[in-house]
């Protein structure tokens, strides 16, 4: 019935005309074919279900942010709110006058300026290659597959041309709050976003999230429930609202054209298709996930509680 459910969502995104605009600032992004789409569900059961280009290989982008914020606070735990806010913004994704107003301490871990920091923070004083061995180590767990890898070409293409990532940085460091040389950190974070993974792998790294994986836990239960909290108010940037309007559960999205969303206790759900919207937010993924969302009743804002189709309630 599941299978059903997404296989119909799946042929509906097919059909579409409109397919957004691929991120094209990063130069090796912009020759990626719009015209993919995949949709990925892991349940509680241990059961996947998926639909379209689900082994096809993208780039995590934003979404490696999440992973990054389970390590660091982890690691760091309440210290780490010293250095960045835990409240949504209204302004774009790599905003520079906001890191101005608020004197260097941004205002969540998922705007561009935030995450730099919080990858410094995971950086200490370390190796850029330690920490993205540790990176890599998190999600090749939280996903069961050693096969994930960082393609060095997307790395080093935003290297090259991410001018207002550079901006943001300095800008941190002249506000005191970059302990590392703004080279190792935008070293580190750009090769943390050039993580690839298909859609299939990003649902199955999604279910410590959701706390629906086999085996002993990632993180604290805390920390899930603060990372899925800033994943709901901020994951989708000036577009948060929008989306938990629409959609209604926990998620984050990256410009590679991903998006991963928690229903926390019941599933993990990867989408992807590379087509952005305005926000920088996958258009077909945002709209499959919406129809998702009201066709299994996923808000977390709806009256009746969560049910899988043709499960009973307990
Ligand atoms: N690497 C991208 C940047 O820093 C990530 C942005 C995103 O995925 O939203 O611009």
Not at 135 to 145: Q, V
Not at 194 to 203: H, P, T, V
Request: aromatic fraction near 6%.
């Amino acid at each position: 019935m599941l299978q059903t459910i997404i296989d119909e969502i799946g042929a509906q995104m097919r059909g579409e005309e409109d397919r957004g605009k691929v991120a094209d600032y990063i130069p090796e992004l912009s020759c990626i074919d719009p015209r993919q789409f995949a949709l990925s569900v892991c349940l509680a059961s241990g059961e996947q279900f998926s639909t379209g280009d689900a082994d096809q290989h993208f780039s995590m982008q934003s979404i490696s942010k999440v992973f990054t914020l389970a390590i660091a606070l982890g690691r760091l735990g309440e210290g780490l709110w010293r250095r960045v806010g835990r409240e949504p913004s209204n302004s774009a994704f790599n905003s520079i006058v906001e890191v101005e107003l608020s004197a260097g301490r941004p205002r969540n871990p998922f705007m561009n300026a935030g995450a730099i920091l919080v990858t410094d923070a995971i950086l200490a004083k370390g190796v850029p290659r330690h920490t993205l061995a540790e990176l890599l180590h998190f999600i090749r767990a939280a996903a069961g597959d050693d096969s994930i890898l960082i393609n060095p070409v997307v790395a080093a293409s935003e290297k090259a041309t991410g001018d207002r990532n550079w901006a943001l940085a300095h800008y941190l460091r002249s506000c005191g709050n970059l302990t590392n040389t703004v080279d190792l950190v935008l070293g580190t974070y750009f090769h943390q976003c050039a993580i690839e993974l298909s859609c299939a792998q990003l649902a199955r790294a999604g279910r410590f999230l959701a706390g629906i994986q086999s085996g002993p836990p990632l993180i604290a239960a805390d920390n899930v429930r603060n990372i899925n909290a800033l994943m709901m108010t901020c994951g989708h940037y000036d577009g948060s609202g929008e989306f938990a309007f629409r959609v209604g559960i926990p998620a984050k999205s990256g410009v590679g054209g991903g998006i991963l969303a928690v229903v926390p206790g019941a599933a993990s759900i990867a989408v992807w298709s590379p087509g952005l919207n305005s926000f920088g937010n996958s258009k077909l993924g945002t709209q499959a996930l919406e129809l998702l969302s009201k066709r299994l009743g996923l808000s977390l804002f709806e009256p009746e509680p969560f049910r899988l189709p043709g499960v009973a309630a307990a």
